[in-house]
Antibody, heavy 122, light 113 residues
Framework: QVQLVESGGGVVQPGGSLRLSCAAS????????MHWVRQAPGKGLDWVSF????????YYADSVKGRFTISRDNSRNTLYLQMNSLRAEDTAVYFC???????????????WGQGTLVTVSS | DIVMTQSPDSLAVSLGERATINCKSS????????????LAWYQQKPGQPPKLLID???TRGSGVPDRFSGSGSGTDFTLTISSLQAEDVAVYYC??????????FGQGTKVEI
């Protein structure tokens, strides 16, 4: 069965950095685009970033552009999110999610990880 | 970006009664070439990640009970739970995947007993 397991969250000071990982199993990882979605405490869902199945194209929400970098290692079935210049408003649970279909970006998210909490505080 | 607006923000429904959640997009998410609405619904129970319930506005996901149904087209959509069960207590989100990149969610609707 499909499993997505995030790690790397924690407490970091404003201006600091963190690298999140998402280990994938149960599907052909190198055939699907992957997303990061975050959820601030008590708030709704906020899409963060997407990377194509082969890593050749990626997109970011305006709120993280220039600070976050998405990448993937298809040999390790792992998705990453490098987060730099962190701000208090980046505090959230970060979920990785699998794109439903392989061939297009216009697709829903069919599997989600349990999430990892990032807290930006001094 | 396409803005998704849900209503109501919360609702309380008796067990066995119908729950209806609305979702409106700031522009059409209907792709005329294939006549598909690029609209999904997710369910998020407390302490859990979201779960895909419905995509293409009305196609139930694998294993989703048939008391959940989606309808609508263009800019106006509805999620209906025909007979609310205790396990349906959750926050429900609509999402558009038409205007990509830029996948956007509604603010969520909390369903309580």
């Amino acid at each position: 069965q499909v499993q997505l397991v995030e790690s790397g969250g924690g407490v970091v000071q404003p201006g600091g950095s963190l690298r999140l990982s998402c280990a994938a199993s149960g599907f052909i990882f190198n055939s699907y685009g992957m997303h990061w979605v975050r959820q601030a405490p008590g708030k709704g869902l906020d899409w963060v970033s997407f990377i194509r199945f082969d890593g050749t194209n990626y997109y970011y929400a305006d709120s993280v552009k220039g600070r976050f970098t998405i990448s993937r290692d298809n040999s390790r079935n792992t998705l990453y999110l490098q987060m730099n210049s962190l701000r208090a408003e980046d505090t959230a649970v970060y979920f990785c999610a699998k794109a439903m279909t392989a061939v297009t970006t216009s697709t829903s998210f069919d599997y989600w990880g349990q999430g990892t909490l990032v807290t930006v505080s001094s | 970006d396409i803005v998704m607006t849900q209503s109501p923000d919360s609702l309380a429904v008796s067990l066995g009664e119908r729950a209806t959640i609305n979702c409106k997009s700031s522009q059409s998410v209907l792709y005329s070439s294939n006549n598909k609405n690029y609209l999904a619904w997710y369910q998020q129970k407390p302490g859990q990640p979201p779960k895909l319930l419905i995509d293409w506005a009305s196609t139930r996901g694998s294993g989703v009970p048939d008391r959940f149904s989606g309808s609508g087209s263009g800019t106006d959509f509805t999620l209906t739970i025909s007979s609310l069960q205790a396990e349906d207590v959750a926050v429900y989100y609509c999402q558009q995947y038409f205007g990509t990149p830029g996948w956007t969610f509604g603010q969520g609707t909390k369903v309580e007993i």
